[in-house]
């Protein structure tokens, strides 16, 4: 497996985020460009002489997606948004990256000295906050027919929100059913804008947080019998909810779906999971079990429901490590905590096997894990050690294109005769690349490489 089995610094995460950010700029800038041409014509139309009220985009076509490496067009096309659609995301977002485009919404109407009922918006402060009806008013206008349509996009049985792309955010009491705010979904942005800060991201305060790679699905160094079993997961994430609804499985077996990933340290579980998820356009939240369990009672209940229930509300994969921990062999009871303990690991269970999405769980042992659980999970996938022409391609996958080798460093050498994780000889590159810039040399050399394996089979407890 290239890359280590945790999850990448904070400050690697921070540089691939904003890397992905600038990748998606000059998109943005070009949708909020088509959004304002929209947002012109739209008002040129309404309130021209005699007025008229053509649907829009129309035949303002909307910018192509052709940027290389950019996410946000990477989650239009995988959603399948048509213009109309797009149009709505792009008003949705404009509050956020360009809240000086709707100014023009902020208009009176001198008839009746109030602000234009038609243009929506919500909200009192600086920046005008579109609405379902500003939606309807700049893809409809006053045309009828138009504005049914367009209803019916917003609606919470329309493609935006059952695809968690857009909601209308419930109105005050007492107002129109349209006066709600247009809201991204946390899991649409995350997809879309990677890294984006949000004012509050919906794991906040709860007993999980993000995990994201640099790397890519192609990146990965398994056997062909792990990948299938991947795939399996990664068919589930994309079609489940039309085996379960569509074609009815639903009513016969569980919501979601459970994996046990297991094998030695460094093998990849942790890096695989966040490329199912970066794969399907899913987060991956991995679980903090000593966030989780509590000494008081009831506490650990609370803590998992919370987790749960977000989950469910945004689509998040859900990663528990060291899963051995909650699903060992189970403790026999003698007192008031083993029972205690036995019940939290019960009420665990029972709410994975509701949960109506993806958990993954990992361990190195899998030995460890009780076999009454092991019959409940839908797949076992094994990462197994590498062999030596998996470790090979690792070896030279690893060092970075600026590292210059020593010409007495054999790597095919080094495959042979240490069995070492993915894990493993990213340590020791990172060791080998220090020692190379520390002491100003010019590559990276044979001795630093050798030193470097010594000091981790050491810290692994097998003679160097």
């Known amino acids: 497996m290239s890359g280590k089995d945790i999850p990448w610094p904070v400050s690697d995460e921070l540089e691939l985020a904003d890397s992905l950010l600038q990748a998606a700029a000059p998109t943005l800038e070009a949708e909020l460009e088509w959004l304002a041409s929209c947002l012109q014509s739209r008002l040129a139309s309404y309130f021209g002489q005699p007025p008229a009220a053509p649907p829009l985009p129309g035949d303002i076509a909307p910018p192509p997606l052709t940027q290389p490496g950019c996410p946000y067009g990477a989650a239009i096309a995988r959603y399948g948004l048509d213009a109309a659609e797009r149009l709505v995301v792009a008003l949705a977002l404009a509050p956020l990256l360009r809240p000086q485009l709707l100014d023009v919404l902020w208009s009176r109407n001198e008839t009746t000295q109030r602000p234009f009922t038609e243009f929506g918006g919500t909200g009192s402060g600086a920046s005008f906050v579109p609405s379902a009806e500003t939606a309807c008013f700049v893809l409809a206008g006053d045309a009828l027919g138009a504005r049914l349509a367009a209803i019916r996009r917003l609606a919470p049985e329309g493609r935006l929100a059952r695809a968690d792309v857009v909601h209308v955010a419930a109105p ?10 247009l809201t991204l979904s946390p899991r649409f942005i995350a997809e879309a804008l990677p890294g984006l800060p949000q004012a509050t991201r919906p794991e906040s305060g709860l007993p999980a947080r993000r995990v994201i790679s640099g790397l890519g699905w192609g990146d990965l160094v398994l056997p062909a019998q792990t990948l299938a079993q991947l795939d399996d997961i990664g068919l589930w994430l ?117 949960f109506a999405g993806v958990v993954i769980l990992a361990t190195n042992l899998r030995h460890n894990i009780d076999d009454a659980f092991l019959r409940r999970f839908q797949s076992v996938v094994a990462f197994p050690m590498p062999r030596a022409a998996e470790r090979l391609r690792l070896w030279r996958e690893a060092f970075p294109a600026a590292a210059r080798l020593e010409a007495g460093l054999d790597l095919e050498h080094l495959a042979r005769q240490h069995e070492l994780s993915g894990g493993t000889i990213m340590n020791v590159v990172r060791y080998a690349c220090l020692q190379a810039i520390g002491h100003g040399a010019g590559c990276v050399s044979a001795a630093a490489v050798d030193e470097g394996i010594r000091r981790e089979l050491l810290k692994e407890g097998r003679a160097s």
């Open 172 to 181: 005050a009491s007492g107002d129109a059913p349209l006066t709600g705010a």
């Open 238 to 354: 994309t079609h489940g909810a039309t085996l379960m609804h569509e074609w009815g499985l639903g009513r016969r077996i569980a919501p979601g779906f459970v994996a046990l990933f297991h094998g030695p340290s460094g093998t990849g579980k942790t890096l695989v999971a966040c490329l199912l998820g970066q794969r399907c356009g899913r987060e991956v939240l991995r679980v903090d079990l000593s966030q989780v369990t509590s000494k008081y009672i009831g506490e650990t209940e609370k803590n998992l429901a919370r987790l749960f229930a977000a989950a469910e509300d945004t689509g998040w994969i859900l990663f528990f490590d060291e899963a051995d921990a909650l699903f060992g062999k189970r403790t026999s009871v003698s007192d008031a905590h083993d029972r205690y303990a036995n019940q939290e690991v019960s009420y665990l269970l029972q709410r994975i096997e509701a």
